[in-house]
């Protein structure tokens, strides 16, 4: 729980800074490629597969969302990120983050997640943090903020229309 209040403060800093950042490593890091991965399988019906998470996570991974763990091993991530895709719109993280570095095995990020559903863009800002296990990412943690219109006009990364 306190990384997870760590980060939601790390959020609100660079919110109420209002600066935008520059990702401080390219996209080659696991997590980013991961995600690169990730913006792609979303768009094919059969890109969520077992075979593909294994790639980037171990078999006992997890995703904490707000403190809440969501995920617990490959099965459910396959199975969480193909009822999102199942439901339509579009869904994009945004690679490259805003901000990214490592520290041992841990990668953090500050990134921006962008969606369309109903016709109605949505976007939010997220930091979190990924511990690796032998070059694979085991858990993720993530905590993010949804802008409202004003705050999505002024990100330059939100999807608009």
Not at 117 to 135: K, M, Q
């Amino acid at each position: 729980m306190g990384r997870a209040v760590s980060l939601a403060f790390a959020v609100s800093l660079t919110i109420s800074a209002g600066t935008s950042t520059q990702a401080a490593v390219p996209a080659t890091d696991v997590l980013s490629r991961m995600f690169v991965w990730w913006n792609q399988a979303f768009k094919q019906p059969d890109g969520y597969t077992p075979q593909a998470f294994r790639r980037f996570f171990t078999e006992d991974a997890t995703l904490t969302l707000e403190g809440r763990t969501a995920i617990r091993g490959i099965p459910e991530w396959v199975d969480h990120f193909r009822k999102i895709q199942s439901a339509g719109g579009d869904v994009e993280i945004v690679v490259p983050f805003k901000d990214v570095f490592r520290s041992g095995n841990r990668i953090f990020t500050y990134h921006v997640i962008r969606s369309r559903g109903r016709g109605e863009p949505t976007c939010a800002l997220a930091a979190g943090d990924a511990v690796l296990r032998n070059g694979k990412i085991a858990s993720i943690m993530l905590v993010r903020t949804n802008l409202d219109g004003e705050a999505m006009k002024k990100e330059p990364d939100c999807w608009t229309k």
